[in-house]
């Protein structure tokens, strides 16, 4: 994020649990950069509202939250390939 925020990077982002608000508030995306951030409901380290909260920043029809029924660690998704899938999707969708 914070690559994001200071124009070091610009190009399609997958963020996995994020805790950016968790360690930096307040964190923002910027307009017109695609974002997708990937949050499991049962993340116990990190909020899932403070990935809604940043979703609700940068460009809305650049940013996508997908919460998933998960931990911190996303090991559901890794293993049942919607990784590989979001990877693609954003490549795609840029």
């Avoid at 974002?35 to 403070?50: C, F, R, S």
């Amino acid at each position: 994020v914070t690559l994001l925020e200071r124009g070091v990077w610009s190009g399609p982002t997958l963020l996995l649990a994020q805790g950016a608000l968790y360690l930096r508030p307040p964190a923002e995306l910027p307009e017109d950069v695609t974002v997708w951030l990937v949050h499991g409901t049962g993340d116990e380290l990190i909020p899932d509202d403070h990935s809604r909260q940043l979703a609700a920043t940068g460009s809305p029809d650049r940013v996508r939250l997908v919460e998933v029924d998960d931990d911190h660690s996303l090991h559901a998704v890794v293993t049942d390939g919607r990784l590989f899938e979001w990877v693609r999707g954003i490549y795609e969708a840029d």
